[in-house]
């Protein structure tokens, strides 16, 4: 063992951790989004059971599918999860049809209230309606690419503080927001803390999503050798802001495996975990990275280590 700054800076796990299943089906569900939250909630509720249905054992929904994504709806559509219950309609949905269901789901995100804050905030629950997580967006969307799009989260939302990645039926699981996608550092620590998969409920937009959105997703899985998972609303070419859509499966070794259009629809793709093991002997790159010249840090773990 070396000194703690030396084990705070973490190589990606060579050794991943078991996962309950291996092999299994997950399904995106792009979902239309309208102003009316009542009915984006039964919505999402039949997709998750029309995705049970087709044999899924992990759902994922999209960026903010219970309100329009927009500044002066966040406020207005935002839920109190904390609280629970009443407080919070969309994740208590959410609770209940895992529970009913057997099936795990990272539940997109909605806007979350507490106290005079706001945040963009993905919940998941396990197969017992359990929740297991939150993870609130660590990086807000600011964009201002005159006479194209210009969208300002930090105007209304606060940023999260902390990365999120969790042990699940379904394997280890880590969590970023849309924006997140385009910071590979949150990547790298996942895979470092020994994630099979990274979900990314997103909802790029017509400037940025044909360039950037299918790019970013497989270079977070080739760089890292694990999955990714995107899921987008659908398109809806007269709101506000629109979705670029494209909810994608990407393998360990960048491949694309499961993917849509803009319309909206329930995708289903295959996992199966014994890829990560075979693309990392194939192309080893743990063993081959220079530690020696560069180090990702844990600052959370390093943290730790100093205050123990
Ligand atoms: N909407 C987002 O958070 C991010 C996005 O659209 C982009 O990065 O582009």
Redesign the pocket.
Known sequence: MGSSAEQSRVPPSLQLPTSPVTKFKIALCQLSVTADKERNIAHARKAIEEAVEKGAQLVVLP?IWNSPYANDSFPVYAEDIDAGGDASPSTAMLSEVARNLKVTIVGGSIPERCGDKLYNACCLFGKDGKLLAKHRKVHL?D?DIPGKIT?M?SKTLTAGENPTIVDTDVGRIGIG???DI?FHELAMLYAARGAHLICYP????MT??PL?WDLLQRARAIDNQLYVATCSPARDAGAGYVAWGHSTLVGPFGEVLATTEHDEAIIIGEIDYSLIELRRTNLPLEKQRRGDLYQLVDVQRKKQQETT
Not at 202 to 205: R, T
């Open positions: 960026e969307f964009i969208f989260e927001i849309c924006y385009r997103g909802a790029f937009n940025t999503g950037h």
